[in-house]
């Protein structure tokens, strides 16, 4: 979803070379020195990820393998080459349980095992190269995967009745913005180190499902707000985890627009609002 969205956005200004999941294993070092180091980029961008947060706790050895080993794998090619590095981080490495929004500069403390390997990747990243950003982001959604604007409209449109979770509080992120700042501040030069890019503003998993509604004007499905206790997933979920761009800000770079302004613009866009009750 944020890959085909980022080689999209790149292309207008650069060569771009774009590994996929059936390219390489990204545990294997040997098979992603061969698929990175043969086209010896200038930059590369790493946001190959296990994102699935409930089947990382399922599946633990796989996320650190993916998460941690994988990250450790592509950072040491960008070391081999001396080049400078993106990764692609979350909100899950915070806990949650501030009531503000987390700044670059927060310590953070992983409540989940996906948030544990990927905090991981960043560890691996700063200690194996200088030359990096780390863009932490949170609730993508975008054209081209699964994703829960498009899991909303798809529920409320063959059952007609939602029960959402309204105790996690976050910023819906649209890929395609998300994608263009990347540009940005890769072009811009501004210097090494953690950034945090969402869209601005906040919501629950609730607000964000009513405002998906409310903006295709399907104001006859039911939606009920749950808890997450009621919920039953199984990895914990940080309550409150809001991020601040104060790193792009003080490198002089403009935060995303609002989430609300993007989700319209990315439903005006979406193939799943057509057909509703066909």
Not at 4 to 32: N, P, T
Not at 160 to 171: F, I, K, P, W, Y
Not at 243 to 254: F, H, K, V
Request: aromatic letters at 10%.
């Amino acid at each position: 979803m944020l890959g085909r969205d980022l080689v999209e956005a790149l292309s207008g200004r650069f060569e771009v070379s774009g590994i996929d999941i059936g390219d390489a294993d990204i545990s294997r070092l040997d098979e992603i020195r061969k698929a990175v180091l043969g086209p010896a980029p200038e930059f590369i961008i790493h946001c190959a990820a296990y994102t699935d947060v409930d089947g990382c706790e399922r599946e633990v050895d796989l996320a650190y393998r993916v998460n941690a080993i994988g990250t450790r794998n592509v950072v040491t090619c960008a070391a081999e080459l001396d080049v400078p590095i993106l990764y692609i981080s979350t909100d899950f490495v915070f806990s949650g349980e501030k009531k503000s929004p987390y700044r670059e500069f927060d310590l953070p403390g992983p409540i989940s095992e996906y948030g544990y390997s990927k905090l991981a990747g960043e560890y691996f990243v700063q200690g194996l190269h200088d030359k990096f950003y780390i863009v932490r982001t949170a609730w993508l959604y975008g054209s081209h995967g699964r994703n829960f604007v498009n899991t909303i409209l798809g529920l409320a449109r063959d059952v007609g009745e939602l029960r959402v979770v309204n105790d996690q509080v976050g910023s819906p992120t649209y890929t395609r913005d998300l994608s263009e700042k990347l540009v940005q501040l890769i072009a811009s030069g501004a210097g090494y180190g953690i950034y945090h890019i969402t869209n601005s503003g906040s919501c629950s998993w609730y607000e964000f499902a009513g405002k998906i509604l409310d903006i295709v004007g399907w104001s006859d499905v039911s939606l009920e707000p749950i808890s997450s206790k009621e919920s039953a997933r199984a990895a914990r979920r940080p309550a409150y985890s809001v991020l601040d761009s104060r790193a792009l800000r003080l490198e002089g770079l403009s935060p995303l627009r609002h989430w609300h302004e993007a989700l319209a613009e990315y439903l005006g866009k979406s193939e799943i609002m057509t057909g509703k009750g066909e």
